[in-house]
Nanobody
Framework: QVQLVESGGGLVQAGGSLRLSCAASGSIYGLNAMGWYRQAPGKQRDLVATIASDGSTNYADSVKGRFTISREDAKNTVYLQMNSLKPEDTAVYYC????????????????WGQGTQVTVSS
């Protein structure tokens, strides 16, 4: 029904920047909360940032002041601007979204993207 497609990952040097994008497609009748998560090898998947439908945001302490989450509902897209990247930011980054998939009822389904690799070299 719904697919989240990520882009923008890659290899950068410490101190560099990347902008991740995640576009939702399919039967979308509305978007609620969206967010970004990351998972390093051997570690659990952790929340990076979330953005609510009213635009309010929440960030992990480790990325505050460096990362910015934003959304563009007209494109069904959520972004993550990552600045001042550090080697410890290296991980697979996943986008997440609560999507209204039916017009007839106000119910939201949660979806995950497949992930995109971000590698920061020292």
């Amino acid at each position: 029904q719904v697919q989240l497609v990520e882009s923008g990952g890659g290899l950068v040097q410490a101190g560099g920047s990347l902008r991740l994008s995640c576009a939702a497609s399919g039967s979308i009748y509305g978007l609620n909360a969206m967010g970004w998560y990351r998972q390093a090898p051997g570690k659990q998947r952790d929340l990076v940032a979330t953005i609510a439908s009213d635009g309010s945001t929440n960030y992990a302490d480790s990325v505050k002041g460096r990362f910015t989450i934003s959304r563009e509902d007209a494109k069904n897209t959520v972004y993550l601007q990552m600045n001042s990247l550090k080697p410890e930011d290296t991980a697979v980054y996943y986008c997440n979204a609560d999507v209204r998939v039916r017009l007839s009822i106000r119910v939201f389904q949660n979806y995950w993207g497949q992930g995109t690799q971000v590698t920061v070299s020292s």
